[in-house]
C-alpha cells in the first residue's frame, strides 16, 4: 500500500519561509507526476506545483517565483520550498503521486497525503 506523509507545515510570518517534505513508502513505479495541492476553507482545492517524471515543472503564477519543487534522487521524496509568504497561502498542503501501484499496474492511480497545515500571519 502507497502511503504519503507530509511534514513541515506550521506558521509561518508575513514574507517568511517554509520547507514542506512528502515521503512516499511502498510499492510503487512508473511515476507520472509528483505535485502539491492546497485548499483553503470554502475554497476548491489548488494546484501549487507539479514536477514530471522527466523532472519537469509547473507552478502557477499566483507562487511562481516564490515556490519551488524539488525531489531527491531516488523519487520518493518531494519538497516544497516556500518564500514570499503572503496570508493567502494559508492552507492544508497536501502531496499528490501519480503512478502505477501493484495492484494497478500498468495503469497510474492517484495517491494523496494526509495534508499538513500552512498558516501564514500578516
Known amino acids: 500500500q502507497v502511503q504519503l506523509t507530509e511534514s513541515g507545515g506550521g506558521l509561518a510570518q508575513l514574507g517568511g519561509s517554509l520547507r514542506l517534505a512528502c515521503v512516499a513508502s511502498g510499492f510503487y513505479r512508473d511515476v507520472r507526476t509528483m505535485s502539491w495541492y492546497r485548499q483553503s476553507p470554502g475554497k476548491s482545492p489548488e494546484l501549487v506545483a507539479v514536477?514530471?517524471?522527466?523532472?519537469?515543472?509547473m507552478l502557477p503564477d499566483s507562487v511562481k517565483g516564490r515556490f519551488t519543487i524539488s525531489r531527491g534522487d531516488s523519487k520518493n521524496i518531494t519538497w516544497l520550498e516556500m518564500t514570499g509568504l503572503k496570508p493567502e497561502d494559508t492552507a492544508v498542503y497536501f502531496c499528490?503521486?501519480?503512478?502505477?501501484?501493484?495492484?494497478?499496474?500498468?495503469?497510474?492511480?492517484?495517491?494523496w497525503g494526509q495534508g499538513t497545515q500552512v498558516t501564514v500571519s500578516s
Open positions: 499528490h503521486l501519480r503512478a502505477a501501484s501493484y495492484q494497478s499496474y500498468p495503469d497510474a492511480v492517484d495517491f
Open positions: 514536477m514530471d517524471d522527466n523532472g519537469r515543472t
